[in-house]
């Protein structure tokens, strides 16, 4: 049973990593390319609409992803060394968090913002409640990043060999 949750760990942080990158690195720069080229008056609102449904899809799957790593982290390594057990724990954490932070607090002042102003295009960069969307835009890439980067380490430690056993995972 042990030997599953290690296999299962390692596939549910390996399909959000991949999730995620692939929608930071394609799918929003492609939905904004495309919708803008299409000629549509609103076609960066409408972008904007997909990538906030998908991006609440991706940080739910980090945040729920870490918390099953967190939880079975401290059964499933036992014959790890207690460095790589605590650079594991504190990574996955990171992850959770920053998903947390990213759905739960900027995406929902976002969508606060956005709904409050209307057609983004239409108010002045230097409106209150744009320069506050720039900037939450902003620390979403940065939590969105720091997430993809904790999830990495935590993918990378728990693929790793355990030394004391001499078994894989």
Known sequence: MTSFIRQL???????????????????????FGV?????????????????????????RGGFEIGLFLLVTSFFVHRHRSRLAQFVEVISTAIMAIMTGVSLWIISARMSALRSSMGLIDQVSPADPRRVEFDSLHRYSVIAMGVAIIAGLVAFTISSRPDRRSNRVL
């Not at 930071?24 to 720069?29: D, E, N, R, S, T």
Request: proline share 2%; charged share 10%.
């Open 35 to 59: 919708l803008r080229g299409a000629g549509l008056a609103n076609a960066n609102e409408l972008a904007g609409s997909i990538v906030t449904r998908l991006l609440q899809f991706i940080d």
């Open 9 to 31: 760990r390692l596939l549910l942080l390996g399909l959000w990593l991949g999730a995620a990158i692939f929608f930071g690195a394609a799918v929003a720069p492609a939905l």
